[in-house]
């Protein structure tokens, strides 16, 4: 066995939870290793989640635009879809971010370990690279950040071709003209959005009551609205009992709530019904590292039950999301290197989906907000009333504020409509400074832009709505 390698903190898995708390570690003068099996840093958020997604949703906004150019006084030629063009322009963000990602683990002198790495005994990871070669890495704390993968229904197996995951569906070669998708959250809904604009016909199944699940249900029946006009078809409160692969691609039973029954047919099953933290191959087994369902369970400064063990982003049970990922590994980082950090509020972590349209949420729905005995007050406001969004020909949807009556406290934001996800910015920071409703409409928002509908949306929770 070779001599083995000290450092500081050795980080198992190189994705946004993982790499960002190298480059914390270093700032923090930790020694840090970096271990990733893959030949590219940068997880699954990077290669197969929130970046090639976002690239081909511009691609598909790019071609929603080009083809309804002539509204803005615009001629083009004919407006055709080049999926090799459409994965090319995705390939290339990819490559370059990847290789900003190497350049920051240079630039803070952060070990990069290229293998599978897998705790052995207290102190010592051992990495397993291609060709079964293997080394131990001696570390006084160790940060699991090795994340999930795709989830798949009992019996289900990928083709890559009929059968796919999100994995898959990044890069078909060819656009289905029928199109499935079992799973209505973020995910899903993008792809919906995206082939859908690309040609496909799109039907959504999922098996709760609505839409985008984890949203407040006034956005959900907004987003089923949207896409029901889109001519997206969705079904809710509908379950998979049956998938047969056919010939011209596949047959799904399905039954609804109700009891009703049918068979879809379609070239192309999308799954995507959530994730599965990796964590089985991880070395666990024998520590006190515990599991609940797969997931590894952590405190508030994300500590496993092995002292010097921490777990971050899609391996705990905490929402799957790449912003959080980055934010507890700065948590565990910090607490790592004896720091006090705050324990991250995640009542105040943005939810994002980029579909068409878009819609982002932070702090509480209204039906939480009840739950938990708040007195609640309700303000919206319609982007068809702001004249930005006239300008740019989206005038759908709204921003919703939900606020307590007894302090004026802001509870939470939810917006679908243009430039959601970009929006939520403010909602966050008002949630993070503790702001009351009325500090929202008291800030000026320019004119005209988009984010007024933040304003007047707290003005209509006091009934003082000047625009509507
Ligand atoms: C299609 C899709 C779209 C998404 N879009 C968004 C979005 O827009 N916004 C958002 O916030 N989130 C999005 N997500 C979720 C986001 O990608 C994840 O929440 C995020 O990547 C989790 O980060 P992580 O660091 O925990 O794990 P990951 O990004 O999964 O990284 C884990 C890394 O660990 C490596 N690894 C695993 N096991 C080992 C091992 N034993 N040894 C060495 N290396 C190992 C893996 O190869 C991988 O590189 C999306 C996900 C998908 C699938």
Do not use: W
Request: glycine content about 10%.
């Amino acid at each position: 066995m070779a001599d083995p390698k000290a450092f500081d903190l050795t980080i198992i898995g190189s994705g946004p939870g993982g790499y960002v708390a190298a480059i914390r570690a270093a700032q923090l003068g930790l020694k840090t290793a970096l271990v990733e099996k893959l030949s590219a840093l940068g997880g699954t958020c990077l290669h197969v989640g929130c970046i090639p997604t976002k690239a081909l949703l511009h691609s598909a906004e790019v071609l929603d635009t080009a083809r309804g150019a002539a509204r803005y006084g615009i001629t083009t030629g004919e407006v055709k879809l080049d999926l090799a063009g459409v994965h090319k322009h995705k390939t290339s963000v990819v490559r370059r971010l990847a290789k900003g990602v190497e350049f920051l683990m240079k630039k803070n002198a952060i070990t990069v370990v290229n293998g599978h790495g897998r705790l052995q005994g207290p102190g010592r990871v051992e990495v397993t690279a291609a060709g079964e070669k293997k080394e131990t890495l001696a570390s006084r704390n160790v940060l699991l950040a090795a994340g999930s993968v795709a989830k798949l229904l009992p019996g289900m197996k990928v083709d890559g071709a009929r059968l796919i995951t999100s994995t898959e569906a990044l890069s078909l070669e060819f656009v289905p003209q029928t199109m499935l998708i079992l799973g209505a959250g973020a995910v899903g809904m993008e792809f919906a959005s995206i082939y859908s604009s690309f040609g496909s016909k799109v039907t959504v199944v999922e098996m709760l009551p609505r839409v985008l699940p984890v949203e407040d249900d006034d956005i959900s029946a907004e987003m089923r609205k949207a896409f029901r006009k889109r001519g997206i078809a969705v079904k809710v409160d509908t379950r998979v009992t049956d998938v047969k692969m056919v010939d011209k691609g596949v047959e799904v039973a399905v039954e609804e709530a109700g009891g009703g029954r049918e068979t879809l047919q379609a070239d192309v099953l999308l799954v995507a019904v959530g994730r599965r933290p990796l964590s089985d191959d991880l070395g666990l087994k024998g520590t006190k590292v515990e599991l609940d369902r797969g997931y590894v369970k952590v405190d508030g400064m994300m500590r496993t039950g092995e002292p010097t063990v921490y777990a971050i982003g899609d391996l705990v049970p905490t929402p799957a999301l790449a912003h959080l990922a980055s934010h507890e590994g700065i948590v565990a980082v910090e607490a790592i290197a004896g720091l006090n950090p705050h324990p991250i509020n995640y009542d105040q972590v943005p939810n994002a989906t980029y579909s068409e349209p878009e819609v982002a949420s932070i702090g509480l729905s209204e039906r939480v907000a009840k739950e938990r005995g708040h007195k609640v007050k309700v303000g919206r406001f319609p982007f068809a009333a702001i004249s930005k969004a006239g300008i740019s020909g989206a005038q759908e949807g709204f921003v919703k504020l939900v606020g307590d009556e007894r302090y004026d406290e802001l509870l939470g934001v939810h917006i679908i409509g243009p430039k959601a996800t970009e929006l939520i910015a403010e909602g966050a920071l008002a949630l993070r400074l503790e702001s009351t409703v009325e500090e929202l409409f008291h800030a000026v928002h320019a004119h005209p832009t988009l984010s007024e509908a933040m304003g007047e949306a707290a003005l209509n929770l006091h009934a003082r709505g000047i625009h509507f």
